[in-house]
T-cell receptor
Framework: AQTVTQSQPEMSVQEAETVTLSCTYD???????LFWYKQPPSRQMILVIR??????QNATENRFSVNFQKAAKSFSLKISDSQLGDAAMYFC?????????????FGTGTLLAVQP | EPEVTQTPSHQVTQMGQEVILRCVPI?????FYWYRQILGQKVEFLVS????????KSEIFDDQFSVERPDGSNFTLKIRSTKLEDSAMYFC????????????FGPGTRLTVT
């Protein structure tokens, strides 16, 4: 069974600094997607970044980038130049590419605090 | 930009009552999902829906739950007889094609069962 693990329940970063959130996953599939979703206090789920497993290049979206290590089954999120608006719960998620349903499997989340 | 909408934003109901949570997915999307998030916990998959039938459901999605796409726009989740433990945030999501990967989430409906 596929699982997603986020070992950091809480993290804190100073404004303008860089922080890295960790995520590991377990799967026997070779082709899949990985995502980071942000959930602010409003509880809306917002897609931050996605990575396709067949792509070796790490995805980047402005201040957000990932370090995807397929052999190690690791998918960390780096937030550069942290802003107060980055404070939120961050969920790592996985889905099988081309699977019957593409359901998302989520980790337990990391609560990120940004200190002014 | 098109978005997934959900109504109501907050529903309070008494134990044993039926509730229907409504979602309007993005218009050209083909796959639809419901997820649940109990307060302080992770988001859990409930059910996926494609071509007017359930394509997969989790063990949470028991006989008390049902989904329907009654017309070309709405996608509903019904809980027949609510329990206290059904109190959670319920998210609807949709995707245009399975190959695209990312799901677009609605803002959620907070269900409180008293």
């Amino acid at each position: 069974a596929q699982t997603v693990t986020q070992s950091q329940p809480e993290m804190s970063v100073q404004e303008a600094e860089t922080v890295t959130l960790s995520c590991t996953y377990d799967t026997s599939e070779s082709d899949y997607y990985l995502f980071w979703y942000k959930q602010p206090p409003s509880r809306q789920m917002i897609l931050v970044i996605r990575q396709e497993a067949y792509k070796q290049q790490n995805a980047t979206e402005n201040r957000f980038s990932v370090n995807f290590q397929k052999a190690a089954k690791s998918f960390s999120l780096k937030i550069s130049d942290s802003q107060l608006g980055d404070a939120a719960m961050y969920f790592c998620a996985y889905s099988v590419r081309g699977g019957a349903t593409n359901k998302l499997i989520f980790g337990t989340g990391t609560l990120l605090a940004v200190q002014p | 930009e098109p978005e997934v909408t959900q109504t109501p934003s907050h529903q309070v109901t008494q134990m044993g009552q039926e509730v229907i949570l409504r979602c309007v997915p993005i218009s050209n999307h083909l796959y639809f999902y419901w997820y649940r998030q109990i307060l302080g916990q992770k988001v859990e998959f409930l059910v996926s829906f494609y071509n007017n039938e359930i394509s997969e459901k989790s063990e949470i999605f028991d006989d008390q739950f049902s989904v329907e796409r009654p017309d070309g726009s709405n996608f509903t989740l019904k809980i027949r007889s609510t329990k206290l433990e059904d109190s959670a945030m319920y998210f609807c999501a949709s995707i245009i094609l399975r190959e695209k990967g990312e799901q677009y989430f609605g803002p959620g409906t907070r269900l409180t069962v008293t």
